[in-house]
């Protein structure tokens, strides 16, 4: 996957991206290569060190559900919501909303 395609995944732009990955990189929980297709795309790679600890921190992810004391169901519906919202929102403009869905800002 490229740092642009993860970007759009996580809703996070290349400013707050890139010093994450650098911190994983230096960790040794990732790689980052440039693809050799096309250079101006960096790829990031999940090292093995990253794979062995993936149990760990779904059991850590699973634990901070358990306290938000809501079904698995309810918490997904939320997140489906919650990026509904943000992509119709379209972000912040001069500190005014402004909607995807009209013209109108508020």
């Known amino acids: 996957m490229n740092v642009q395609e993860l970007g759009k995944q996580l809703n996070l732009d290349s400013g707050t991206l890139t010093p ?4 994983m990189e230096a960790a040794g929980y990732v790689t980052r290569v440039r693809n050799p297709d096309d250079e ?14 993936k149990q760990e921190l779904l059991e850590k992810v699973s634990g901070c559900l358990d306290l938000l004391d809501i079904e698995e169901k309810e918490y997904f519906d939320l997140l489906a919501r919650i990026d509904h ?11 005014r ?10």
């Open 20 to 23: 994450m990955l650098k911190r």
């Open 40 to 53: 101006r795309k960096v790829m990031i790679q999940v090292t093995d060190k990253a794979n062995g600890i």
């Open 85 to 95: 919202l943000t992509k119709s929102l379209g972000g912040m403009n001069d500190g």
């Open 97 to 106: 909303i402004k909607s995807n869905v009209s013209n109108k800002s508020c």
